[in-house]
């Protein structure tokens, strides 16, 4: 073994060593040659080795909270279960949600931990083998059958992006992905074709591919729909990537709840090797540990390295030093989806599709709406043309998060904004990854805010002052205003810790994480008169 390969060994080492139970550090330590310290810090880093025998986990996201996480998790308590609290376990849709070892059951009732007991996880036979997320949509003129059952067929017929690209050749595609306008899908909206000739333009021939598919922001379920539903064209948009930008090796990040999609994908990729697709290429699946932070692109990076998940400096960008120093193309899933119907439908058609921005779009619905899902629309449609489609609210609207927890709160009277890069910018929100969150006139905001605050100040890495402290100022500041019945004080610094995390944050995480905070104070301020009469 390379020291780089038994580096990226420890994390699935200390998985089967026991996680962070006491000896397990070093016995990794010893079978690998690395420091005992960093074996420590890397079992210490993740929730899911950190965790101990407590291998059931309640989400207590803010989607899951809304559908009775707090129940769940006091009868699961009561009935003496070995239980802790989960962040967003991408189940919006499904809440309230729960985690069985690695694998996600989906709404989860109270009375189903208070009968069962010890016997509890014997209530739901099959989940694990089965996808339990048939009533969502996509795309959405799909019927449910649209769940990829005959892999081998859907691999076929996929195969031809494969070939049409092999006529196109390495320049074809690049301009195809181009002219297509495709922007990644994973939040910040990058162009894709300049990550891709960023990568192919270098001289380093050594290049690698990393599918992102560490979903993990509060409201945003769609990459786990791709995967469990069309496996087939993420295998084939990452091989047409791959052979584009000259890379031969592509690493499968897929977070470690993600058993089910996993299976899914593994079982995809038997099919296409049978069917002799990918001979060229090599595939390396990693499953997370537990850590929003790793879908940070360069935490990921550190992550599949062996490390600690914690974001590095930009730049350099991956597309120059990137996995173990050489370049890399990284994509959301979404994004890598898209890019076999750009190669066979051509790119005018995909550029045609969108309303404000090219390509259709997966929005994730969930909150007080009936019938939460991942909706495949045109991108830019408004949030009131997702409700539709989603069965409307349930009550009268009051606020929505756009996109994930990172993208904040917008009112009501924002409903009839397109929900696409520019649009939500103008407001200071984003579109992030379309994890959008409705909320009605019976929710108070303060909790909603408060329960991203808590979210972000676990998932801070602690590497940078402005963002390991911030967050844990904001939700502090918050859960103070709330004690105290509304003063004014608690909340005074808020704007000015704000900036200070915008400013000073090295990745995005800190860059948003007040913005649950600061957008409701500025949406909101009959909610919070008090912190307006102070001025913050
Ligand atoms: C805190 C944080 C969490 C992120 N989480 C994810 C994620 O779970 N999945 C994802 O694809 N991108 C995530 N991103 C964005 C990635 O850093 C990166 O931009 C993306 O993987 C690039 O793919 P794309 O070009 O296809 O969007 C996150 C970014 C930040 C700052
Ligand atoms: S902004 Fe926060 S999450 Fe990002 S690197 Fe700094 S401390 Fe870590």
């Known amino acids: 073994m390379t020291n780089e390969s038994s580096r990226a060994a420890v994390p699935d080492l200390l998985h089967e060593a026991g996680g962070n139970r006491p ?42 909270r809304l559908r009775g ?47 069962a007991g010890d016997d509890w996880l014997a209530v739901r036979p099959g989940a694990e083998d089965e996808a339990p997320w048939l009533g969502t949509i996509w795309p959405v003129e799909a019927d449910p059958d649209h769940l990829v059952l005959d892999l081998a067929g859907a691999i076929e017929s996929t195969g031809r992006a494969s070939r049409r690209a092999l006529e196109l050749g390495a320049d074809g595609v690049l301009d195809a992905i181009e002219a297509s306008g495709l922007q990644g899908r994973g939040g910040a909206g990058f162009p894709a074709h300049i990550k891709w000739r960023g990568v192919a333009g270098q001289a380093e021939t050594k290049r690698y591919i990393v599918l992102n598919a560490d979903e993990s922001e509060p409201g945003t379920f ?21 052979r584009a930008v000259g890379a031969s090796e592509i690493y499968l990040y897929l977070r470690g709840e993600f058993e089910l999609p996993r299976r899914t994908l593994a079982a995809a990729l038997d099919a296409a090797s049978a069917a002799g697709l990918y001979d060229d290429l090599t595939f390396h699946f990693h499953a997370g540990h537990g850590a929003y932070i790793c879908g940070e692109e360069t935490a ?16 350099p960008f991956p597309t120059e030093i990137g996995l ?27 550029a045609g599709l969108g309303r404000s921005g090219a390509g259709t779009k ?37 606020a929505f998060s756009p996109g994930g927890a990172s993208s904040g709160f917008l009112p009501a009277t924002e409903s009839g904004r397109a929900l696409d890069f520019k649009a939500l910018a103008e407001v200071d929100s984003m579109l992030g990854s379309a994890g959008v969150v409705v909320l009605n006139t019976t929710r108070d905001l303060k909790g ?49 810790v704000a900036h200070e995390m915008t400013e000073g944050s090295i990745c995005g995480l800190g860059m948003t994480a007040s913005l649950p905070l600061t957008s409701a104070m500025r949406w909101f301020p009959d909610e919070f008169p008090a912190a307006d009469d102070d001025g913050a």
């Open 23 to 64: 000896g397990a550090a070093a016995e990794v330590a010893r079978a690998t040659g690395q420091a005992e310290a960093d074996v420590f810090g890397v079992a210490s880093f993740f929730d899911l080795l950190d965790a101990g025998d407590q291998k059931l986990a309640v989400c207590t996201g803010l989607c899951c």
């Open 69 to 115: 996480a707090d129940e769940v998790l006091s009868a699961a308590r009561a009935a003496g279960l070995p239980v802790r609290e989960a962040a967003c376990l991408a189940a919006c849709d499904r809440a309230p949600a729960v985690l069985k070892d690695r694998v996600v059951l989906p709404e989860v009732q109270p009375a189903e931990c208070e009968e």
């Open 222 to 242: 769609k990459d786990r729909e791709v995967l469990l539903r069309r496996p087939d064209l993420v295998l084939e948009g990452l091989a047409i990537a791959a």
């Open 300 to 315: 990921l990076l550190e992550a599949l390295e062996g490390k600690r998940g914690m974001p590095r400096i930009k730049p």
């Open 324 to 350: 173990w120093g050489k370049p890399t193309l990284i994509h959301n899933v979404e994004t890598i989806a898209c890019v076999p119907s750009i190669i066979t439908r051509g790119s005018e058609w995909f």
């Open 362 to 398: 997966l929005y994730c619905l969930s909150g007080d709406v009936a019938r939460p899902g991942v909706y495949e629309m045109p991108l830019g449609v408004t949030l009131d043309e997702l409700l539709e489609a989603g069965g409307g609210v349930v009550g009268e609207l009051k």
């Open 448 to 496: 909603a805010a408060l329960d991203q605050l808590r979210f972000f100040s676990e998932e801070s890495c602690g590497q940078c002052a402005p963002c390991r402290i911030g967050t844990r100022y904001q939700h502090h500041a918050l859960s103070r205003h709330l004690a105290e019945n509304g003063a004014a004080k608690p909340l005074e610094h808020v704007a000015r």
